[in-house]
């Protein structure tokens, strides 16, 4: 068999996951809080080479030790670039942009009657919604209608007695609307520090969850997620983190992986048309 196919092939698989990756950063280019992903390539050939060690079991092999024929490049790793996006001015309260690290943790109550699903995002557009289950007081959610969580896991329930400011740490003062006293509210903004990014799957409306199948035997889902203390909260009321997309780069990268692909479509059909010389040539 021509291992021309074999190479073509790999590369058009691998080239149309980059155009997909890339089309789908350029497609969230105005998506508050989006993280642009990044499509890596894998070396067949090195692959194989790295493998060396277990020659010994590949009896009868016609090509020589230390050297095997590759067959072109494989789709890697899609890593997750978490890098700032720019800052954009609302004026709402209840916007919050996150200044660094960190994720807002997102609930939404278990359809299976366990604990709530948890899930993470930086899109920090969040509006109140009356809490059914006490009259008078207030959730914040998202977009998505998930609840956002405290410090300890819980939802963040506001009184609609009180004026709500949130500090830069995370804090939340309440100021007694008929009083005029103010108070620190036991509960904060249980903002995350994720560990290693690239554990993160995305789980489509702009939210992530940790990969539980990558984890390390015995490991969970809170080994990677550490609540950032008071100290490393910084956030900023009044604004959202707009996408890092950067779109003249995505719009490069778009079409150097178009051209990669019509080459590679291009030699896919020569080494058809080879080996159909081939055939003909042996009748």
Request: no cysteine.
């Amino acid at each position: 068999m021509n291992t021309s196919l074999f190479i073509s092939s790999g590369a058009l698989k691998t080239y149309q996951q980059k155009i997909d990756t890339t089309a789908n950063n350029v497609a969230n280019v105005n998506t508050t809080g989006f993280k642009r992903k990044e499509q890596t390539f894998s070396d067949v050939l090195t692959s194989q080479l790295n493998n060396q060690g277990r020659s010994s079991q590949e009896v009868g092999r016609l090509t020589p030790n230390g050297l095997r024929v590759g067959y072109g490049v494989r789709p890697g790793m899609t890593q997750l670039d978490v890098q700032q996006g720019q800052a954009i001015e609302t004026g709402n309260p209840f916007d919050l942009m996150i200044q660094g690290n960190g994720f807002f943790q997102i609930g939404y109550p278990s359809t299976t009657g366990g604990a709530d699903e948890v899930r993470y995002s930086r899109d920090g557009n969040f509006h109140l919604s009356a809490n059914p289950d006490n009259l008078g007081s207030y959730h914040l959610v998202n977009a998505n209608g998930g609840y956002l969580l405290d410090q300890n896991g819980a939802p963040l329930e506001l009184d609609g007695q009180s004026e709500v400011q949130i500090g830069t740490n995370g804090q939340i003062q309440l100021k007694d609307k008929t009083t005029g006293t103010t108070s620190i509210a036991a509960q904060r903004l249980g903002i995350v520090d994720i560990q290693n990014p690239h554990l993160l799957k995305s789980m489509g409306n702009n939210e992530f969850a940790i990969d539980e199948t990558v984890l390390p035997n015995g490991a969970t889902a809170a080994n990677f997620a550490r609540t950032m203390p008071l100290g490393e909260v910084q956030l900023s009321t009044g604004y959202l983190e707009g996408s890092n997309v950067d779109l003249t780069q995505e719009m490069t990268d778009l079409m150097t992986a178009q051209r990669s692909y019509q080459l590679n479509a291009r030699a896919l059909s020569y080494a058809d048309q080879m080996i159909g010389i081939a055939n003909n040539i042996m009748k």
